[in-house]
């Protein structure tokens, strides 16, 4: 019976602790701690010299636990009561002072806040250097064209800055929102006690001010049960990885025999086991895959919180787990895209080839029929008519005679020749558009958008 119990206590406890991974918490802890105890004796509420003790004691806490010799006790179940606890074996009475107005519901939203600033900060550098990679091949490379695809089909041309520019953008929106929630993030829980507040004078503005808020939390009951600002993250983060995803995806094609347009750096690819030839863009592949498990933390957390009552249930526990690891995932696959895009070799000439497949001039063929009186819709049927009978002469739009041209319409001239893949990216030349001088003014602007943030 009493070893019944004893195993039945074992197994709860071991399903409620959460210090394995809560400990990672741990700065932040000790940090929101010493203003709240710093405050407690600012507003008269505990003394001087025990808010120093409380003081003293936290910061060696935080020496044992940075030199490796702090004793963890699973049984204290979380960070908070690991802290708490030991403060008592180095400091006595005076340690159970500290957790005079305040509750650990209110300190694990104080704590997660702060840890979310750092990762939402990382974010945004991480990002910006992922950024800053794309801007310097696409500047390195002003001059390339390639294809540009729609339903994977050669389109039209365009410059491969332009197409590197495009996840400049994608990445500039991650970075925004990045941005925005930490403004959300930015407010301080403290001060709301176990969901209704608390019964003694505490100076929240103060707190606020000493831990880097931008202001204090207006309904205690939201306080300690709000956890929106990590789901903003998860949201931002799985858009995040879902462009990063499309990019591996790209730089996983374009590495093919098939494409051919770009190799990986030796570090960035793996050789297979078994054939010799093969270099496989692994880090691409891995940043994709990793994408799957980002989405599922977003749909965790959605999924822990949509039944949950006012205020504080301890379901919300569950929150950690999956936003540590996707913000693992997210800082990680940032820094080694960066790597992946700045060390990865353009193969110009092969985009240049690709780019020459003259049917995808034929838009600009129709074009040159609008330019010369006929109608656009009348204009795609000549040209389509056009393509399809080069198509089955076996001859490119280059090396179709006039003649031919002739047959499908009295509007063709000579100069229909000079339509070119570059002539196609030049006359493309609107806000926006793949000419090579949009292109340049929107890489001299992705340079001042970084170059200010930095
Ligand atoms: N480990 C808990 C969590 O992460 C801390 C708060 C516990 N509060 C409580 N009333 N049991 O949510």
Redesign the pocket.
Same mark, same amino acid.
């Given at each position: 019976m009493a070893e019944s119990r004893a195993a039945c206590s074992a197994m709860t406890n071991s399903y409620?602790v $959460?210090i394995h991974y &809560?400990r990672r918490l741990y700065r932040h802890d000790i940090a929101g701690s010493m203003v709240h105890a710093r405050m407690l004796a600012r507003q008269g509420i505990i003394g001087e010299e025990d808010a120093r003790l409380i003081v003293e004691g936290l910061s060696s806490i935080r020496d044992e636990i940075e030199g490796g010799h702090f004793p963890w006790q699973e049984e204290l =179940? &979380?960070?908070? !009561?690991n802290v708490e606890s030991r403060l008592h074996e180095l400091i006595g009475p005076p340690a159970g002072k500290l957790h005079t107005g305040r $509750?650990?519901?209110d +300190?694990?939203a104080v704590d !997660?806040r702060m840890y979310a600033r750092d990762v939402l900060k990382d974010a945004c550098n991480g990002i910006a250097k992922l950024q800053r990679a794309l801007v310097s091949q696409g500047d390195a490379h002003r001059e390339v064209v390639m294809p540009g695809y729609t339903h994977m089909q050669r389109a039209q041309t365009v410059l491969l800055a332009h197409h590197l520019l495009a996840y400049f953008e994608m990445l500039q929106r991650d970075r925004t929102r990045m941005e925005e929630c930490h403004r959300r993030a930015n407010v301080l829980p403290l001060g709301s006690g176990?969901l209704a507040g608390v019964p003694y004078p505490l100076d929240r503005d103060w707190v606020a001010a000493e831990l880097g808020f931008d202001g204090v939390t207006a309904n205690s009951m939201d306080a300690v049960s709000d956890r929106d600002y990590l789901l903003d993250f998860h949201a931002a983060a799985a858009t995040c990885m879902m462009h990063m995803s499309r990019l591996s995806e790209e730089l996983v094609l374009w590495s093919s025999s098939e494409f051919g347009f770009v190799a990986m750096a030796p570090k960035f690819s793996t050789g297979s086991s078994i054939m010799p030839q093969k270099r496989n863009p692994d880090f691409a592949e891995i940043a994709r895959g990793k994408t799957g498990r980002v989405y599922g933390s977003l749909m965790a957390l959605l999924t822990v919180m949509k039944g949950l009552p006012l205020t504080?249930n301890?379901d !919300? +526990? =569950? &929150?950690?787990e999956g936003f540590f690891d996707a913000s693992d995932t997210l800082l990680a696959t940032l820094e080694v895209m960066a790597s992946v895009v700045s060390t990865m070799e353009v193969k110009a000439e092969r985009m240049e080839q690709a780019a020459s497949d003259s049917f995808m001039l034929a838009t600009d063929l129709a074009d040159y029929l609008v330019g010369k009186g006929m109608p656009f819709r009348q204009a795609h049927g000549v040209v389509r008519e056009l393509c399809a009978h080069a198509h089955s002469r076996g001859l490119t739009l280059q090396q179709l005679p006039m003649q031919d041209y002739r047959g499908f319409s009295e509007l063709f001239e000579e100069d229909v020749y000079r339509i070119t893949p570059r002539g196609s990216a030049e006359a493309r030349n609107v806000t926006g558009g793949t000419a090579p001088n949009q292109v340049r003014l929107a890489l001299e602007e992705a340079k001042r958008c970084l170059g200010e943030e930095e």
């Open positions: 409620t $959460s &809560d =179940e &979380d960070i908070h !009561m $509750s650990r519901n +300190q694990v !997660m176990a504080y301890r !919300m +526990q =569950e &929150d950690k």
